[in-house]
C-alpha cells in the first residue's frame, strides 16, 4: 500500500510540476519520517523532472536575453544535461569558444507557483481537519517563504559568488563562475563543470576518486558553513553535488552547484546549535537537554537529538562519535518514526524555522553517506568538533575588550584543537597498516613462561 500511494504521490507531483516537484523531492529526504517505499520513489524527482520543450526554452531565451539563441551561441545541445523542478540546464559554446551551462527556468513556473502554493495549504488544512495528529503547515510556510527566492536566478548567482569567497579555503571546491551578461532572473549562465554525481559510486571507482575523502571533504565544507558562517546551501541533494578529478592537478574535487535555497542562520541560534553537537559527540547528556530546550523543543529533546543524529537514544546516551552506526539500529530508528509520528509532527511545528532546512540538508547529507558506504567513519565528527570549538570562540573573542582574556581564549581554542588532531591521528594510527602489523608482530611473539 506505501508504494503503490507513493507511485501515485510521485505521478501527481510530475503532472503539477514546478512546486510540487519541489515539496515531493523534500518529502523524498525525510528518511527518519516517512517509509523506506516513499523515500526511495520520491527520490527520483531530484534527478528525473519533466523537461520543458526547446521551444519553450527559446521562447524565455527570447523574452529575458532579447536575442535569438543562434546570436548568443554557436552551440546549443537540445538535450538537456539535467532537468529539475523548477529548470533545467543546456550545454552550450560561447563564440569565444568557452564552455558553458545556461540554466532556463521552466516557462510558466512563475505565474503558476504562488497558485499552486495555495492549493497545497488547502489540501494539507482538510487533512489536518480530517486527521488532527497531521501537522505538515510548515511545509507550506517553507515554500511560500523560498519559493520566490529560488525562481530567482540573480539571487542564486549572488548567493554562488558569496559561498566562493566565504570558502576560499578549500582549494578542492569549485563552484562554477557566473557570467552575468548572460544572465537574469530566469536564465542562469556560468562555467560548464564535468563531473559525476556524487552517488556514482561506478564513475569514482573508475576514476579512481576515494569516497572516503569525497566524504571527508562534504563534511568539511558543511560544518564550515553550519556552524563557523551561518549560511548554508540547503539543498545538496546528489544532482548538486559532482566530484571529478581536476585535469591540470590530478586532485580530487568537488563542485557545489543549484545556489538558490540558502539559509543563514542568526548567531543565538548558530551558537547554541554548535554547543549542541558538541553535547551529541561528547554524550553529554545535560548539555543535549540544556541546548535542545534553549533550540524550542521543551520536553521533546530525547527525540530531536535522535532525529538530528538518525541515531537512537542508546547511542546518544554513549555518545554518537564513540558507537558505530548498525543496521539494526537503523531499522529501530526507522520502526520508532512510525510510532512516533505525532510527535515528532509536533517538534518540527515547535523548532525555529531555520531549523527545518537544517533537518533537510542534514537528511541529503546523511542519504550521501549511507550511499558512500562512510556513515560508520567519524571523520564528520571530527570537522563538526573543530569547526564548533572555532566558532565558539570567535564568538567569546568577539565579546571581550581585554586582550589578556583574547589570549586565554585563543590558547584554549588551540589546545582543543590540539586534542582534536590527537584523537584524529590516534584513529588514523589504529586503522593503518603499520599498526595492523605490529599487532601482528605482538601476537606472534612467545609468551613468558
Given amino acids: 500500500v506505501h508504494r503503490r500511494s507513493a507511485e501515485r504521490l510521485r505521478d501527481l507531483c510530475c503532472m503539477n510540476r514546478g512546486t510540487f516537484i519541489k515539496v515531493g523531492q523534500h518529502l523524498g529526504a525525510l528518511d527518519y519520517l516517512l517509509p523506506e517505499e516513499y523515500t526511495s520513489t520520491l527520490k527520483v524527482l531530484h534527478s528525473r523532472a519533466p523537461q520543458s520543450s526547446m521551444e519553450e526554452i527559446c521562447q524565455v531565451i527570447r523574452e529575458d536575453l532579447g536575442k535569438e539563441l543562434s546570436d548568443l551561441f554557436i552551440q546549443f545541445d537540445e538535450k538537456p544535461h539535467g532537468a529539475a523542478s523548477l529548470a533545467q540546464v543546456h550545454k552550450a559554446v560561447l563564440p569565444d569558444g568557452r564552455t558553458v551551462a545556461v540554466k532556463v527556468q521552466h516557462p510558466k513556473v512563475q505565474r503558476q507557483s504562488s497558485k499552486d502554493i495555495v492549493v497545497m495549504e488547502f489540501l494539507l488544512q482538510v487533512v489536518h481537519w480530517l486527521f488532527p495528529d497531521f501537522a505538515f503547515m510548515w511545509l507550506v510556510e517553507e515554500a511560500k517563504k523560498n519559493m520566490p527566492l529560488e525562481l530567482d536566478f540573480l539571487n542564486e548567482g549572488q548567493n554562488a559568488e558569496k559561498v566562493a569567497d566565504m570558502l576560499r579555503q578549500f582549494n578542492f571546491l569549485k563552484i562554477p563562475k557566473i557570467h552575468w551578461d548572460l544572465s537574469t532572473k530566469r536564465i542562469l549562465t556560468m562555467d560548464f563543470a564535468e563531473g559525476g554525481q556524487v552517488n556514482d559510486r561506478e564513475y569514482m571507482r573508475k576514476h579512481g576518486i576515494d569516497v572516503n575523502e569525497i566524504s571527508q571533504n562534504l563534511g568539511k565544507i558543511y560544518s564550515e558553513m553550519i556552524f563557523v558562517n551561518g549560511f548554508v546551501h540547503c539543498d545538496p541533494h546528489p544532482g548538486n553535488v559532482l566530484v571529478r578529478k581536476c585535469p591540470e592537478s590530478n586532485k580530487t574535487e568537488i563542485v557545489l552547484l543549484d545556489h538558490g535555497l540558502y539559509q543563514v542562520l542568526n548567531q543565538d541560534f548558530r551558537l547554541d546549535y554548535c554547543r549542541l553537537w558538541q553535547s551529541l559527540i561528547k554524550g553529554d547528556l545535560k548539555g543535549i537537554e540544556r541546548y535542545s530546550r534553549r533550540l524550542g523543543t521543551g520536553d521533546l529533546y530525547p527525540l530531536f537529538a535522535c532525529v538530528l543524529t538518525a541515531r537512537s537514544w542508546t547511542s ?56 558512500l558506504q562512510t556513515r560508520a567513519s567519524s571523520s564528520s565528527f571530527i570537522n563538526m568538533s573543530r569547526c564548533c570549538t572555532r566558532a565558539i570562540a570567535r564568538h567569546k573573542r568577539s565579546k571581550t575588550k581585554s586582550r589578556t582574556r583574547r589570549l586565554q581564549i585563543s590558547l584554549s581554542e588551540r589546545w582543543s584543537l590540539c586534542q582534536i588532531d590527537l584523537y584524529e591521528l590516534v584513529l588514523w594510527l589504529r586503522s593503518s597498516t603499520l599498526a595492523r602489523w605490529v599487532s601482528y608482530l605482538i601476537s606472534c611473539l612467545p609468551y613468558p613462561n
Avoid at 546518544?316 to 558505530?324: E, K, L, W
Avoid at 520502526?335 to 527545518?356: C, D, F, G, K, W
Fill in 316 to 371: 546518544v546516551n554513549a555518545g554518537i562519535s564513540q558507537t558505530p552506526v548498525t543496521q539494526s539500529e537503523d531499522v529501530e530508528i526507522r520502526t520508532n518514526a512510525a510510532l512516533y509520528l505525532p510527535q515528532i509532527s509536533e517538534l518540527l511545528n515547535r523548532v525555529p524555522r531555520q531549523m527545518l532546512l537544517l533537518l533537510k540538508t542534514n537528511d541529503l547529507l546523511r542519504g550521501i553517506e549511507t550511499i
